[in-house]
């Protein structure tokens, strides 16, 4: 069981927005820790795609957004295209006894 | 231009202690406020934290591991090494180790570089 909790699953047409919910407790994100996301391709690592919060690592393009409040993070893809299809990952850090880095059990993007 | 590459067995037997290298370039470990960290990923599962040391060999460990892994670095020859012992098949995984340091411009911490993966098999 992750410490970060993330809906399995979620999908959307080329073009549409979705979103994806990322939420911790207080000893986590609720504590003020910054969170991260991360997406993996198919067969491939983990890459940084939003970094403390809502900024993009250069080359991640605009139509990927974060935002950070109280206990939850969320991812927003806009303008959904066929190479998005990905699993996403949230992480962030946590002070009990839980660990250090925590991620989230990770979500995987269906473009239809 | 950071990379990291992880090393080591691709099957071990149950019980066996596996030891993993990653060997970075781009980056100093001896740096003040870099770390390298270990995750795991079983097969089509979740990304589980492992293990983290800093430039100043502060190390971390997953408290579910503690007892099994441990961590350790070689400035001089841009490794660091994971010892995981009592290996079982559920550790059946692709291990990574990846960079962590603080943003240039923005000073936000994260996990900015990772390795290609190396996945062991746990099997008699």
């Known amino acids: 069981q992750s410490v970060l909790t993330q809906p399995p699953s979620v999908s959307g047409a080329p073009g549409q927005r979705v979103t994806i919910s990322c939420t911790g407790s207080?000893?986590?994100?609720?504590?003020?820790?910054?969170v991260h996301w991360y997406q993996q391709l198919p067969g491939t690592a983990p890459k940084l795609l939003i970094f403390?919060?809502?900024n993009r690592p250069s080359g991640v393009p605009d139509r990927f957004s974060g935002s950070k409040s109280g206990t939850s993070a969320s991812l927003a893809i806009s303008g959904l295209q066929a190479e998005d299809e990905a699993a996403y990952y949230c992480?962030?850090?946590?002070?009990?006894?839980?660990?250090?880095?925590?991620f989230g059990g990770g979500t995987k993007l269906t473009v239809l | 231009q950071i990379t990291l590459k992880e090393s080591g067995p691709t099957l071990v037997k149950p019980t066996e202690t596996l030891t993993l290298t990653c060997t970075f370039s781009g980056f100093s470990l001896s740096t003040s406020g870099v770390a390298v960290g270990w995750i795991r990923q079983p097969p089509g599962k979740a990304l589980e934290w492992l293990a983290l040391i800093y430039g100043d060999d502060d190390k971390r460990y997953s408290p579910s591991l503690k007892n099994r892994v441990t961590i350790t670095k070689d400035s001089s020859k841009n490794q660091v090494v994971l010892r995981m012992t009592n290996m079982d098949p559920v550790d059946t995984a692709t291990y990574y180790c990846a960079h962590e340091d603080n943003d240039v411009l923005t000073g936000y911490r994260s996990i900015d570089y990772w390795g290609q993966g190396t996945l062991v098999t746990v099997s008699s």
């Open positions: 992480q962030s850090y946590d002070t009990s006894l839980r660990g250090l880095w925590v």
């Open positions: 403390g919060n809502s």
């Open positions: 207080s000893s986590n994100i609720g504590a003020g820790y910054d």
